[in-house]
Nanobody
Framework: QVQMKESGGGLVQAGGSLRLSCAAS??????IGWFRQAPGKEREFVAR????????YYADSVKGRFTISRDMAKNTVYLQMNSLKPEDTAVYYC??????????WGQGTQVTVSS
């Protein structure tokens, strides 16, 4: 059974940092990524990473502030978020599959950035 489990969300002040984790179990994937959804908005892409080579891609809104990385031994992907802004407030989801189609999703973790 495939499971994706996010952790690491929370409340932080603007300018602060958080690190999200996404642990995948049941199989490996060629691509794992992070998306987010703010209240009243559509889910949007944040970052993704290829499993084998580790190539990374970022949304323009997070470039230079967020870093995605992976630990292949643990089948876990991380999202280091620095210089957080109130507009980063959202539920963050990790997804996995073969880009651009992600078939598996976690339950989400809330990130709230206060001003």
């Amino acid at each position: 059974q495939v499971q994706m489990k996010e952790s690491g969300g929370g409340l932080v002040q603007a300018g602060g940092s958080l690190r999200l984790s996404c642990a995948a179990s049941g199989r490996t994937f060629s691509s794992i990524g992070w998306f987010r959804q703010a209240p009243g908005k559509e889910r949007e892409f944040v970052a993704r990473i290829s499993r084998n080579i580790g190539i990374t891609y970022y949304a323009d809104s997070v470039k230079g502030r967020f870093t995605i990385s992976r630990d292949m031994a643990k089948n876990t992907v991380y999202l280091q978020m620095n210089s957080l802004k109130p507009e980063d407030t959202a539920v963050y989801y990790c997804g996995a599959g073969t880009w651009p189609t992600y078939d598996y999703w976690g339950q989400g973790t809330q990130v709230t950035v206060s001003s």
